[in-house]
């Protein structure tokens, strides 16, 4: 998912949404589309059935940002949840313990370090890309290049690059498990020469939270930013 940079304070240090491009992307993928070459399509095909079987599903993650501009990488870890359509939570253990939440119509920010919370509608905090993925109705052969770049042992690697041009997204990488075909990595690089890696482990589907778990309340004091 990706949160635009004006929601953003520039005085903090550390905020998520500044890079979740991928994270919510690479959780619900939904592809569709015309055949390819062989291998590409068994991995895309087995991607697609495992997904599309899923209706909740949560993770450990560790998330590195690295910027070209300070020469700095931050490293933060949590755990995601999400559950169809459109809703997930992610709760930050390290360093700040943020939280990003979305009930499928809105999207919230906490910051408590700045005592915070930023509210938008899901149209207005995503790209277009992010937002049809949000809703489960993305169709990435119709938005990117894809190609097989790699066979590991344990996983395949998938390239992704926007058939349209997109400051926010250049490439994406997909690690794919070859046994679950789940997610376990994903990379992205924007134009600006920054890179967001995540890696997925402790990965269960399944355990459905209740809808209220993927509202967001303020925190009594908290200053409530909206557009």
Known sequence: MFIR???IKPKRTHCPGKYLQLLLI???LSIAGTAGATELDKVIDGLQSRYDSITALSADFTQEFSSKATKTTMTSRGRVYFKKPGKMRWIYSAPTRDEVASNGKTVWIYQPDLNQVMERPVD???SSIATDFLTGVGKVRQQFEISLTSQGK???RLSLVPREANLNIMRILIDVDRTTFLVVRTAIEDSFGNETRVSFMN???????QDSFFEFKAPKGA?????
Do not use: L
Not at 223 to 227: K, M, W
């Open 154 to 156: 344990d996983s395949y």
């Open 5 to 7: 940079g004006d929601m």
């Open 26 to 28: 690479a959780m619900v």
């Open 124 to 126: 207005a905090a995503a």
């Open 223 to 227: 200053t409530v930013v909206r557009p």
């Open 203 to 209: 990965i269960k589907t399944g355990e459905a939270r």
